[in-house]
């Protein structure tokens, strides 16, 4: 009887570290760090298209939808890259990669988040932010990771403009049209930030994506084109910055965003000059800030 009672409790203890582990695994296959990325544009959106805040349960609703139908994209990303991600060091112990889920297993749980936040986006905000967070997910899967991704070195450029759908999908929860130029200036600076955003990360792991026989610019332009490409798309971002600010907007966007910007630029021309992984580096860490305080300063001067 006693060694039953004493062996009750670590029987029990075991199930629940054994589910707690399947849980994290589900959740990571997600690429939650990317759904965090993806979500700085979505509120700001949101309360710019309001000019103010447009709701709690509203914004809560269309985070939650948006970050279903994304996490969906990116598990069923993970399983179509689970042979490629086993030969880059960066991307070996995600779980699909080590076979700790299994493929049906991951493709259901993927296409039923994205079910859910189609629904869950039709019912709380609109049929189109729905709609626009679908074509986010087909995009993604069969142009750019099917298709692009180990076909083209401009895979990053092309596909990225799935990443820049949040924006749309926020501001359509809250409007329910796209017909303001808005959304699409904001959607086309995540567009032009994202190439120089990855490219310089990619510097790094050049050698990973030799490995794993991906296109990627650092692997086959190498440094000295990557950098090139880099600064050309860096000052096509600076444009965007620039017509948005014509459009009106008062000096609590237009100082921060062109403060960010000229940051960025000074970045770009240093990479430009080394061609190092080290300046690339240092473009890819602003880079994360400089989303996120673009995007601020966009909602906070709309509030204002």
Known sequence: MSQRAA???LHTSGRYESLTSTLRRYVLATKPRIIELLLVTTVPAMVVAFEGWPGTRLVVMTLLGGSLTAGCANVLNNVYDRDIDRLMGRTGRRPTARDELSV???VTYGIVLGVVG????TVEANLLAAALAVSAILFYV???TMWLKRTSDQAVVIGGAAGCVPVLVGWAAVTGNLSDPRPWL???IVFWWTPPHFWALAMKYREDYLAAGLPMLPVTRGNEATSQQVLLYSWLLLSVVLLYVSTG?????????L???AGWLLLAH???REQTVKAGMRLFHFSTTYLAVVFAAAALDATI
């Open 142 to 144: 069969f142009v750019y």
């Open 118 to 121: 189609f629904g869950l986006l």
């Open 104 to 106: 049906r297993g991951a």
């Open 186 to 188: 904001l959607f086309a």
């Open 7 to 9: 062996a009750g409790p």
């Open 259 to 261: 403060g960010m910007t």
């Open 270 to 272: 240093q990479l430009r």
């Open 249 to 257: 907007v008062g000096w609590m966007f237009a100082l921060p965003a």
